[in-house]
């Protein structure tokens, strides 16, 4: 089992970047689907980006244009580069990881996930 740990979250204005990593470490770092999720308060954790193992990648259409995933195998790190963030942007941010063979933003796929890093957007 992989032990995820996210960080780079912060405080930023309206309009401005942040870059989140997620690294992982454990027995082994084959994991076939990772992505990135947020949950803002009062609502529902939804999904943002997934990125495999060999670079495909999808998007949901809310971050789409704005949102980068992308991932160092060598470092063991997935990153989420963030621009023109938005108030509505502000969330914890969650990465998670599994080895099934299909690769969706659906939370029920994953079974590893980190504890989270705090993206605060102000105007």
């Known amino acids: 089992q992989e032990q995820l740990v996210e960080s780079g979250g912060g405080s930023v204005q309206a309009g401005g970047s942040l870059k989140l990593s997620c690294t992982a470490s454990g027995y082994t770092y084959r994991s076939n689907c990772m992505a990135w999720f947020r949950q803002a308060p009062g609502k529902e954790r939804e999904g943002l980006a997934y990125?495999?193992?060999?670079?495909?990648?999808g998007y949901a259409h809310s971050i789409r244009g704005r949102f980068t995933i992308s991932r160092d195998n060598a470092k063991k790190t997935l990153y989420l580069q963030m621009n023109s963030l938005e108030l509505e942007d502000t969330a914890i941010y969650y990465c998670?990881?599994?080895?099934?063979?299909?690769?969706?933003?659906?939370?029920?796929?994953?079974?590893?996930w980190g504890q989270g890093t705090q993206v605060t957007v102000a105007s």
């Open positions: 990125m495999t193992d060999v670079g495909s990648t």
């Open positions: 998670a990881a599994h080895n099934n063979a299909v690769c969706q933003l659906r939370q029920d796929l994953f079974n590893d």
